[in-house]
C-alpha cells in the first residue's frame, strides 16, 4: 500500500490533505470531524485584521487596500464569528483534541496588528501560521512595488515574532508572480498556498445593487494553480501547497505531479461533506497502486516543467498550437 505522508513546512503529515480555512473548522468539533475524516492537516478559520482594530478611521484610511469601499462595507458589516480571544481559545482546544497539525490563520492587509498577536497563536499552541494576505490591487494611485513591499512587510514583521513555520497564501494579481514567489520564499515563507481566492461579488439587476457571488469554486478554476505550480516548483525554495478547484482525487493528483507538496481543499466538503476526505484519499491510493508508487515524493514534481524535457510545452507553444494549429 502506498504511503501517503508528506512533510510540509516542516510539519509531518499522514497525507497531503489539508482542509483549507473556512468555517467547517471554526470549531473544535468541526475540525475534529476533519481529522476524523481522514485530513492531514487543518487552516482554522481565518481571524480578519478588521476583528483587531478597534479604530474605524484607522480602517478607512487603509480602505484602499481592502480592494474597493463595498469590500470594506462588506467586511465591516459582516457577521464576526470569532473575536480575538474566541480564536485563541479554538487553537487550545483544536490543539489538546487533536494529533494532526493544527495551523492558524490570518487574514492580513497592513502589518500594523499581527507581531504581538502571532506571538499569542503560537504561545496556545499552533503548528505553524498561514498568512493570507488579500490585498486587491484596484487603487490607480498604488504602484506595484508598493503592494509588493507591503506582502513582503507583513511576513517580515510575523518572521520576526514567531518561531513557528509560516505559510503564505496570496493571490495571482502580480506583475510576475515568479519573481513575488521567489521574493517571498527569501524572505522566510516556509510555504506558497496558491492561490487566495478573492471574495466574489455580483450584480443584482432587478435591485440595483452589488450581492455576493457563488462562493464555491469550481474544477475549472483549478487550472490557474496547477500551471503555476508546475512552474514554480523545483524553482522557489519552500514548499507550495495548491488550492481553489481541488475536488477530488484526480485534483489531487494533478498538483502533486505539477509539484505540490499539500492540497487544500474546501469548497469540495460542502459539496460532498467532511467525510469525502476519505473518498478523496481513497481515489489518491488507488491511483498510486495502480502506477506502482510506492511514496507521494515518487509522484510530487514528476511533471513540474523544471522535470520536464519540453519546458516549452508550459508557456507560450501549447497557446499557439490551441490558437493557430502551429506544430
Request: hydrophobic share 45%; with cysteine; glycine share 6%.
Amino acid at each position: 500500500m502506498a504511503d501517503l505522508s508528506t512533510n510540509y513546512v516542516g510539519l509531518q503529515l499522514h497525507n497531503p490533505i489539508i482542509v483549507a480555512s473556512c468555517s467547517l473548522v471554526n470549531t473544535v468539533e468541526g475540525v475534529q470531524q476533519c481529522a476524523d475524516a481522514g485530513a492531514g492537516a487543518v487552516v482554522l478559520k481565518s481571524l480578519f485584521e478588521e476583528q483587531l482594530e478597534a479604530d474605524t478611521k484607522a480602517l478607512q484610511q487603509n480602505v484602499w487596500l481592502a480592494g474597493h469601499a463595498e469590500a470594506f462595507d462588506y467586511v465591516r458589516n459582516m457577521g464576526i464569528e470569532l473575536g480575538s480571544q474566541d480564536y485563541l481559545k479554538l487553537v487550545e482546544g483544536a490543539k489538546k483534541k487533536l494529533s494532526i497539525p493544527v495551523i492558524a490563520s490570518l487574514n492580513c492587509i497592513t502589518p500594523t496588528w499581527w507581531t504581538d498577536y502571532a506571538k499569542r497563536i503560537e504561545h496556545a499552541g499552533a503548528d505553524a501560521l498561514e498568512l493570507n494576505i488579500a490585498v486587491l490591487p484596484s487603487n490607480t494611485n498604488r504602484t506595484s512595488n508598493e503592494i509588493e513591499h507591503l506582502y513582503c512587510d507583513i511576513l517580515e514583521a510575523v518572521k520576526q515574532s514567531v518561531k513557528i513555520p509560516i505559510a503564505v497564501k496570496i493571490g495571482p494579481y502580480f506583475t510576475s508572480i515568479a519573481r513575488m514567489a521567489h521574493e517571498l520564499c527569501n524572505r522566510g515563507a516556509s510555504a506558497l498556498v496558491l492561490f487566495n481566492r478573492f471574495y466574489q461579488l455580483d450584480i443584482n439587476i432587478e435591485t440595483l445593487a452589488l450581492v455576493p457571488g457563488y462562493r464555491l469554486s469550481s474544477r475549472e478554476e483549478m487550472s490557474l494553480s496547477l500551471r503555476w505550480i508546475s512552474l514554480l516548483a523545483g524553482r522557489v525554495k519552500c514548499d507550495l501547497a495548491a488550492t481553489t478547484g481541488v475536488h477530488d482525487g484526480i485534483g489531487v493528483i494533478k498538483q502533486l505531479l505539477a509539484g505540490a507538496t499539500a492540497v487544500q481543499v474546501c469548497s469540495t466538503l460542502y459539496l460532498n461533506g467532511v467525510k469525502y476526505i476519505e473518498t478523496i484519499l481513497t481515489q489518491l491510493g488507488e491511483w498510486m497502486d495502480q502506477h506502482t508508487f510506492g511514496s507521494i515524493n515518487q509522484i510530487k514534481g514528476k511533471l513540474s516543467q523544471v522535470e520536464s524535457d519540453r519546458p516549452e510545452f508550459y508557456e507560450r507553444l501549447q497557446y499557439i498550437k490551441a490558437l493557430v494549429g502551429i506544430e
